[in-house]
């Protein structure tokens, strides 16, 4: 596969504070590659970098076959942007926020054509205030797409979005992808990048602490299966440690979690129903991307 961005050994310090440390990473043609971490771990500073917002203190980078500083001109021709902290006034129209976006490249796709792809034709003549939250994102997306970029960097896309926006706006990033575009995309929700993303680098104190595709990464965490439920009254589930399959028992608030291998599910309600008990919320689950990133990088809370 064709390589469209590659990094080696980049660091990014502001004063004492070192953002990122040595991070190498390539990302190919044609993937969605997703970029997690807690906040504070390095992600938007890196991409920065790699956008030529920012420059690095050491460290080389190639986006596109070009140098983000040295070529920055050219390669904005070529690449898409949707920024955390992107906003533009809230008094600008639609037709006028990308009209004036559209002015900024050489060659820019027909933004009609793009208001009609993104839904938001009807909204050509509203203010960027009277927006919902979804339709700003899809704007800020149509945006991004205006120059009709190889790459598309999209950061933080879906923060704020009630969950059915939320789900709208991943359709509109594999959509993305479906044209033909490469897509990076930055986000903390495990989630997010479990379902959307081909290969997930996840980073933590400016470091890459790993990096595979989503079932890779879940698969070498080796939890094996779970079991859940809430136990009656006087019941006690330490009782479980000797259920065949079962490696350890555990509380998450009122909730019992066991964890094991085999068939854990049929051992667990073979044993419960020893005990006269049937609980209603009897379910198992698999490890994901988020058990992945705790085990990586913590459960304390971060600023």
């Known amino acids: 596969m064709e390589t469209v961005c ?38 938007t500073t890196m991409v920065e970098c790699v956008m030529g917002l920012r420059r690095p203190d050491t460290g080389t980078m190639r986006v596109l076959g070009l140098d983000p500083h040295r070529q920055g001109y050219e390669l904005r021709q070529r690449i898409g942007i949707q920024l955390q902290q992107a906003a533009i006034p809230d008094r600008i129209k ?43 994102q899809r704007l800020f997306i149509a945006l991004a797409l205006i120059n009709n970029p190889e790459l598309v960097i999209l950061d933080e896309l879906t923060t704020g979005l009630d969950p059915q926006a939320r789900r709208a706006t991943w359709d509109l990033v594999r ?19 479990e379902r959307l993303c081909d290969r997930v680098a996840i980073i933590d104190q400016g470091q890459i602490v790993a990096l595979d595709t989503p079932h890779q990464l879940v698969g070498k965490l080796a939890m094996g299966t779970r079991v859940r439920f809430t136990p009656g009254n006087g019941f006690d589930p330490v009782s479980l440690k000797d259920t065949q399959g079962v490696t350890s028992v555990s509380r998450e608030g009122s909730e019992v979690i066991v964890s094991g291998s085999g068939p854990l599910m049929a051992h667990v309600a073979a044993a419960l129903a020893d005990h006269n008990l049937a609980p209603s919320d009897l379910r198992t689950e698999q490890a994901t991307l988020e058990d992945v990133f705790l085990a990586l990088t913590g459960r304390q809370i971060r600023d």
């Open 6 to 43: 590659q990094i080696e050994h980049l660091c990014k310090a502001y004063g004492s504070t070192i953002a990122v440390n040595d991070i190498s990473l390539d990302v190919q043609r044609g993937e969605i590659f997703g970029i997690v971490g807690p906040n504070g771990a390095g992600k």
């Open 94 to 136: 639609v037709w006028e926020a990308i009209d004036l976006f559209a002015a900024f490249y050489q060659h820019p796709a027909d933004w009609n054509k793009l208001l009609e792809q993104w839904g938001l034709a009807d909204k050509r003549k509203a203010s960027f205030a009277s927006l919902s939250g979804g339709q700003r």
């Open 175 to 193: 959509a993305i992808r479906e044209r033909g575009t490469t897509v990076v995309l930055v986000t903390h929700f495990m989630d997010e990048a």
